[in-house]
C-alpha cells in the first residue's frame, strides 16, 4: 500500500490508473474518508462491497466533480431539489436524485434513485477531476466500525486490499455528509449531517427529519435510507450512551452505571469523575463531531469493559452526531 502524500502530477497519474484498471483508492474529503471506484464499472464497485464486507442492499454515493455533471446521471425532477443543489453542493450534502441507466444497478442497490455529492475537499476535487469518471465511494472504514477520518486510522483496515491512499490529513468535519430526499416537494433528511435541519428551511421554508434517524428500525421494508438498517460506527468495546441537559443528573448516571474498567468520552463537564479512563471528545459541537470517530477508535486500545458516551442536544449539528452515537451504542441509551 503506497500512502500518497502529495498531490502532483505523477501521483495523480498513479491513481487514475488505478481507477481506470477498475481498483479501489482511498481519497480524503470535508466529511469522512471515501474508498473509491469507478462508478460506471460493476466490477470495479462490487470490490468496494467486497473489502468493506458492506450488505448489497446498501447504496453507495456517487461523487463528482462538479455539478455541471449531474444531468449526465441523474435526473433533476423538481425546484426544490434545484434549489438544494444551488444552496448546497459541492459540499457536505447528498442529494438523493432519480438515476440513470447508465449507472448500473450495483452502484444504487436496485433503487431507481441515485445519491449524488459534490465534495468540496480540494484534494478530493483534484482527484475527481484528474480521474474524470464519477467515483461511488463509502466511507472508508470495514462495515460496523468508526468511519475512518485519518489514515493511521484506517491504513491496516485495507492493508493488502487497497493500495493507494492519498492522504489529506485529519477530516475537516468528521462526520458524513448530510443525505437528502426530496419527498412530495419537500426535502427529507435521511442522514443528519454538518448541513443542519435549519440550514435548510432557511433556504427552502420547510424540512422533515425520517423518523428513523434516532429509532432503531423494526421493519426492514420501512427504510428510506437502507444503510439505517445496519449496526453502525462501533467500537469493539461495549458503549453506554447517556444525556442529561442537568449536569448532576449526568454525573449520577454515569456513576451508576460504571464499572470498574469504564471509559468515559466525553467533554471536560465529566473530566473530574473519578474511572479507569477519561479521554476527551472536546468541548463544542464542531469539535466532537471533528473527534469522534477517532476517539471511538482510541477507546479500543485499553482494554476496557465498557465506554460511557456523554450524549449532546439533539438540535443542529447535535443531532447528527446523536445519530451516530445512538448507532454506536447499538441503542443502549439512556437520558435522565
Ligand atoms: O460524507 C459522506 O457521505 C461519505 C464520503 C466518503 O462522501 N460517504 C458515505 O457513504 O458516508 P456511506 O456509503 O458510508 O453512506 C451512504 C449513505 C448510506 O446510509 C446509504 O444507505 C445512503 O447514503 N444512500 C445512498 N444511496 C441512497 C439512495 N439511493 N437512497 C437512499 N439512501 C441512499
Ligand atoms: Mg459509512
Known sequence: MKIIKEINRENLELVKKEILNDNLVIFPTETVYGIGANALKSEAVSKIFEVKTRALNNPLIVHLKSKDEISKYATILNLVEQKLIDSFMPGPFTIILKKKDIIPNCVSANLDTVGIRIPINKIAHEFLEYVDVPIAAPSANISSRPSGTKVEDIKDEFE???????????????????????????????????????????????????????????????????????KHYAPRTKCLLVYSNNLDKLKTLVKENMTSKTI??????????????????????????????SKLRECDKYNADLIIIEGVKKEGLGLAIMNRLIRTSNFNYKEL
Open 160 to 230: 493488502g486490499k487497497v493500495n493507494y491512499i492519498i492522504d489529506g490529513g485529519e477530516s475537516k468535519i468528521g462526520l458524513e455528509s448530510t443525505v437528502v430526499k426530496v419527498i412530495d416537494n419537500v426535502p427529507t433528511i435521511l442522514r443528519p449531517g454538518f448541513i443542519t435541519k435549519e440550514d435548510i428551511e432557511n433556504v427552502i421554508g420547510t424540512c422533515n427529519v425520517s423518523p428513523h434517524v434516532l429509532s432503531e428500525i423494526k421493519d426492514n421494508t420501512k427504510a428510506e435510507s437502507p444503510g439505517m438498517l445496519y
Open 264 to 293: 468515559i468520552l466525553a467533554s471536560s463537564r465529566l473530566e473530574n469523575i473519578d474511572c479507569y479512563k477519561y479521554i476527551s471528545y472536546g468541548n463544542t459541537l464542531e469539535e466532537i463531531s471533528h473527534n469522534i470517530f
